[in-house]
């Protein structure tokens, strides 16, 4: 089972200058594990997962946008590692390992300065703070924490305004990443 529901203003799906994106997700899922071909049985659970966001975009001047972004993520008990919520996993937060953070729950909030040197050449600024736990109420920082970071961006598709970035970010930790992607992060 699967709900999704979307509220979209975005001028630009790539790359948007004004608008809003609010977005939710409710999953079920479950998992059967079985062993001597299907005829014991291990285990039998099912879980719920459920991811929201909202991000709004802001023309700053004729080449600036200001995004920022919130999100939250929940997930059962049940949901194996690779279904369930963390900070850098569920939430694109820059900055975290992947599955350095994971947790039944987390949240996150990021803002990006997006600017342009040309209409190739274009650059970020961002910051995000994070936090996981094993249920909403226990949310901590202690499961993700702050990072900040920079970018360059190579517009390959003028029409689009779709960009090519590459991202640098450290977090409170003193660890540093880099980030390849197609289009913006949010």
């Known amino acids: 089972m699967n709900t999704h529901a979307t509220w979209d203003t975005r001028d630009n799906t790539f790359y948007p200058t004004t608008g809003v994106l609010i977005s939710g997700k409710i999953s079920r899922a479950g998992i059967t594990d079985q062993a001597f071909g299907n005829l014991l049985t291990i285990s039998d659970r099912s879980y719920y997962k459920g991811v929201a966001s909202a991000s709004t975009y802001n023309a700053i001047g004729e080449h600036g946008v200001l995004a920022v972004i919130a999100s939250v993520c929940g997930a059962g008990r049940d949901a194996p590692f690779f279904d369930s919520c963390g900070v850098g996993f569920s939430d694109g937060l820059r900055?975290?390992?992947?599955?350095?953070?994971?947790?039944?729950?987390?949240?996150?909030?990021?803002?990006?300065?997006?600017?342009?040197?040309?209409?190739?050449?274009?650059?970020?600024?961002?910051?995000?703070?994070?936090?996981?736990?094993?249920?909403?109420?226990?949310?901590?920082?202690?499961?993700?924490?702050?990072?900040?970071?920079?970018?360059?961006?190579?517009?390959?598709?003028?029409?689009?305004?779709?960009?090519?970035?590459?991202?640098?970010?450290?977090?409170?930790?003193?660890?540093?990443?880099?980030?390849?992607?197609?289009?913006?992060?949010?």
């Open 95 to 186: 900055g975290f390992g992947t599955l350095d953070n994971l947790q039944n729950w987390s949240a996150s909030a990021q803002v990006e300065y997006r600017g342009r040197f040309s209409e190739r050449f274009g650059y970020v600024a961002f910051a995000g703070l994070g936090g996981g736990g094993e249920s909403i109420s226990a949310i901590s920082t202690k499961n993700g924490g702050a990072a900040a970071g920079v970018g360059l961006r190579y517009r390959i598709a003028k029409k689009f305004g779709l960009d090519y970035a590459v991202d640098y970010a450290v977090n409170d930790q003193g660890e540093a990443f880099l980030y390849l992607s197609l289009g913006q992060r949010f």
